[in-house]
């Protein structure tokens, strides 16, 4: 723990390829590519919801964001504490200690329970808070019944992040991504017939019911997710490796440990969450087209960028895996291959959002007598997409890294202090701004200025390397 870490540079040239050699493409992708794909699901499921509430009403898609954002707000912090199981699992895993691996998702669903009243709490208020940030009426109204079913579903979600962790962990994402996928395709089946209703023979067997059936789909497509984790995880060869059943001992070391570690991965999602409902909310102060614009640029990113978080992801496991066999150099190749999977992805499709900005809009046009309009404007907003989209691939992998490691208060202390320079350089344009536009501009161009900071701290900070000498689990359990 004393010496001075490894620097970050490439290991020793050797005899295989870049794509076959241990940490190389190929293993990078076999085990990244399913929780791409996965959180590319979950991406669809929200992307589902906001198309065909675009072809519902103007209304309703003005609302979703917001509300989607301020869900994911209140979920943000537990969901971080759960999702941090991953690296407890995946260092037991790299330091062969599977007898400890059930002990760790048994406390993480311990920790998950604890949020309960939180998620039960938050469908009191919501109208409440969408107003005192300045939304009246309609868009008010359906924010709020968009919040109080998501926030129900949120609490399958947490208990989901937990269990899924044991297979991302342990290596077996693809049993993630089967799971998830499958999940994603019954949300859109179920969209559609909770927002439009369903008629069979001449009979209206659903009645239609807009927002609140998104918010009903969701809920229930998350909740059976986490039944059919659960029963997956209880199989006779987990329960027998892993000890999921036998060996559980109640530990407040072990409890606390995880707690402390995951309340900072949590709070770091919590803070950037805040961030961008902050941003949210200001732009629908702006009006109906600034908000559905918005809101139609950012859901189109997040259907082609959310599989950067299934790569992140990847990485924090592989990474932990490499730092709980003893092998940190092993977890920096890991990364640096994960940064060109990255920057190629980003960086292919951020040509096609200034090049061709028409092809991400289709599918929203029906139903919105308005959106020439919008669409004019969402063209603009791309634009600033393109850009933060690949710096926000090389800090959120960065991140990833990180987090594999244990150098989790560094994560949290550098985004609370970027984040609060975004908002206030955001707040800022009320004083400058001659009109509306303006304003909306400028929020935009202190979103993509808090990503671009965010990709040169973390790069700083993985190159100097002291990341690499952090563990989450024991000492004496890491071979040197």
């Not at 995951?262 to 087209?289: D, K, P, R, V, Y």
């Not at 900071?453 to 390397?465: C, W």
């Amino acid at each position: 723990m004393g010496s001075n870490p490894p620097l970050p540079s490439a290991p020793a040239a050797e005899h295989t390829s870049w794509w076959g050699r241990p940490c190389g493409g190929r293993e990078v992708i076999a085990l990244a590519l399913p929780l791409m794909i996965s959180t590319l699901s979950y991406s669809l499921m929200q992307f589902c919801d906001r198309v065909f509430l675009a072809w519902h009403s103007p209304t309703a898609l003005a609302a979703v964001m917001p509300a989607g954002v301020a869900a994911w707000t209140i979920m943000s912090f537990p969901f971080g504490v759960a999702l941090y199981t991953n690296v407890f699992v995946a260092q037991y895993f790299g330091a062969k200690q599977d007898a400890k691996i059930g002990s760790v998702i048994w406390h993480g669903l311990i920790l998950a329970t604890i949020f309960l009243p939180l998620f039960l709490s938050s469908v009191i208020w919501p109208h409440w808070v969408f107003q005192l940030a300045g939304h009246q009426g309609a868009i008010a109204a359906e924010e709020a019944v968009y919040f109080r079913f998501v926030s129900i579903g949120s609490i399958a979600h947490v208990y989901g992040g937990v269990l899924s962790s044991f297979f991302i962990g342990t290596g077996r994402t693809r049993v993630v991504m089967f799971v998830d996928v499958s999940v994603a395709i019954l949300n859109v089946l179920l969209d559609w017939v909770l927002i439009f209703g369903f008629v069979f023979a001449g009979a209206t067997l659903v009645e239609p019911l807009g927002i609140k059936g998104a918010a009903i789909a969701t809920t229930i497509a998350l909740s059976l997710k986490t039944i059919v984790y659960s029963v997956l995880a209880m199989s006779k060869s987990n329960r027998k490796k892993y000890c999921l059943l036998t060996r559980f001992k109640f530990s407040w070391e072990l409890l606390l440990r995880m707690l402390r570690f995951g309340s900072s991965n949590g709070l770091q999602f919590l803070i950037e969450c805040m961030g961008i409902a902050i941003f949210t909310l200001m732009i629908a102060n702006l009006g109906e087209i600034p908000a559905a614009a918005t809101t139609v640029a950012i859901s189109v990113n997040m259907m082609v960028f959310v599989p950067i978080w299934g790569l992140s992801t990847a990485v924090s496991a592989m990474v932990g895996q490499q730092i709980g066999e003893g092998k940190p150099r092993m977890a920096i190749r890991a990364t640096w291959t994960s940064m060109v999977i990255g920057l190629i992805y980003t960086g292919v499709f951020a040509l096609f959002y200034v090049l061709t900005p028409s092809l991400f809009l289709l599918g929203h046009h029906a139903g919105a007598e308005n959106f020439e309009e919008i669409s004019e404007l969402a063209k603009s907003l791309l634009i600033f997409v393109a850009v933060y989209c690949v710096f926000d691939s090389i800090q959120i992998i960065f991140v990833g890294a990180m987090k594999g490691a244990g150098d989790i208060l560094f994560v949290v202390l550098t985004s609370l202090i970027c984040s609060a320079l975004f908002v206030g350089f955001g707040f800022i344009g009320y004083f400058t701004a001659a009109n509306q536009q303006q304003l909306l501009f400028w929020w935009w161009w202190s979103l993509t200025g808090w990503l671009v900071l965010l990709s040169f701290v973390f790069a700083a900070r993985f190159l100097n390397g002291n990341w690499t000498s952090k563990r989450v689990i024991e000492s004496n359990l890491i071979e040197p």
